[in-house]
């Protein structure tokens, strides 16, 4: 099996458990997406953190995803770091898979 080309900028400041379950949430991404993506994928995850005035965190998630001729983007902002993570590699699986069934 190939090794796994993922970078991950920025993850927040949480808790261990949180931050495995995060990566682990990528990782499993990243091999449903070479279903739809051919060849050799190269992964990039950045996370942004804004705050207003308070102590809530804004994060917002950057994912693109590059294999042979194709090149992916999703971004979305959430008060949950998690679920701004799931929401983007959710948006990134539907834009690959929308691409896949129109060459089909």
């Known amino acids: 099996m190939a090794e796994k080309k993922i970078q ?4 927040p400041s949480i808790n261990e458990i949180d931050k495995q ?7 499993h ?5 070479g279903i739809y993506i051919p060849g050799e994928l190269v ?3 950045h996370f942004k953190q804004s705050s ?10 950057h994912a ?3 294999g ?3 090149k992916f983007n999703a ?4 008060w949950d770091a998690s679920k701004a993570l799931n929401k983007t590699l959710a948006a990134l699986e539907k834009e690959a898979s929308k691409n896949k069934s129109k060459k089909n």
Do not use: C, P, W
């Open 29 to 33: 991404a990243y091999e449903r997406l």
């Open 68 to 70: 042979i001729g194709k």
């Open 21 to 27: 379950v995060m990566a682990g949430n990528i990782e």
């Open 52 to 61: 207003s005035t308070g102590k809530r965190q804004l994060y917002e998630v």
């Open 75 to 78: 971004k979305f902002s959430d």
């Open 43 to 45: 992964m990039e995850v």
């Open 8 to 11: 991950i900028v920025h993850l």
């Open 64 to 66: 693109h995803i590059r």
